[in-house]
């Protein structure tokens, strides 16, 4: 069962504008971590959190574990059409041996 | 930098065919996995494997085998294609004991059966 769930399912920005994108767990997250995909690309590792709380930077992109350990949000700051594609958030959660992901979020940067 | 190289980019086969992804990590890696990514359904688990010769079924096993005979390289076997298999699939690696550890991903296998 789908235990990620990602929000929005897409997204449209203006160039330098900010963005937020969610993912959001039914169960306690005992690690999230950000990918990012090209259209028809492989994922590439972005961040990942572990403590409730956390919070890392890199670049212009910032993602956030909330206290509870259910929900993180990644936002960019200031975006680029560097910035489109899809980004997927992917956790294990108690009970599973292994990395289930969300849905995505796509994100599209207009010029 | 870890590299996972997925043998084809693109492929396209017909309904029935025996189908073999291939999939090699250069880091020693002990966990493999195969992944199937589609529109609305996001990345589904097919198989992995945390050891030579070991393998686990993941969330949807159904039509597809695995082989791993070297701890480098995993094989996704689809016994005999058919059109719900069109899909991109995606292999990734880590390493430990620990499920919890980074994935490593391939750049994806783009597959078309007709």
């Known amino acids: 069962s789908q235990e990620l769930e990602q929000s929005p399912q897409s997204l449209i920005v203006q160039e330098g504008k900010n963005l937020t994108i969610n993912c959001t767990s039914s169960?306690?997250?005992?690690?999230l971590y950000w990918y990012k995909q090209k259209y028809g690309e492989g994922l590439i590792f972005l961040m990942m959190?572990?403590?409730?709380?956390e919070e890392k930077s890199h670049e212009k992109i910032t993602a956030k574990l909330d206290e509870k350990k259910q929900q993180s949000s990644l936002h960019i700051t200031a975006s680029q059409p560097s910035h489109a594609g899809i980004y997927l958030c992917?956790?294990?959660?108690?009970?599973?041996?292994?990395?289930?992901f969300g849905k995505g979020n796509q994100v599209v940067v207009i010029p | 930098d870890v590299k996972v190289t997925q043998s084809s980019r693109y492929l396209v086969k017909r309904t029935g065919e025996k189908v073999f992804l291939e999939c090699v990590q250069d880091?020693?890696?002990?966990?493999m996995f195969w992944y199937r990514q589609d529109p609305g359904l996001g990345l589904r688990l097919i198989y992995f494997s945390y050891d030579v010769k070991m393998k686990e079924k993941g969330d949807i096993p159904e039509g597809y085998s695995v082989s791993r005979e070297k701890k480098e390289r995993f094989s996704l076997i689809l016994e005999s294609a058919s059109t719900n298999q069109t899909s991109m699939y995606l292999c990734a690696s880590s390493s430990g004991t620990d499920y919890n550890e980074k994935l490593f991903f391939g750049s994806g296998t783009q597959l078309s059966v007709l």
């Open positions: 880091m020693d890696h002990e966990n």
């Open positions: 992917g956790a294990v959660t108690n009970g599973n041996n292994r990395l289930a």
């Open positions: 169960k306690t997250l005992y690690g």
């Open positions: 959190l572990q403590k409730g709380g």
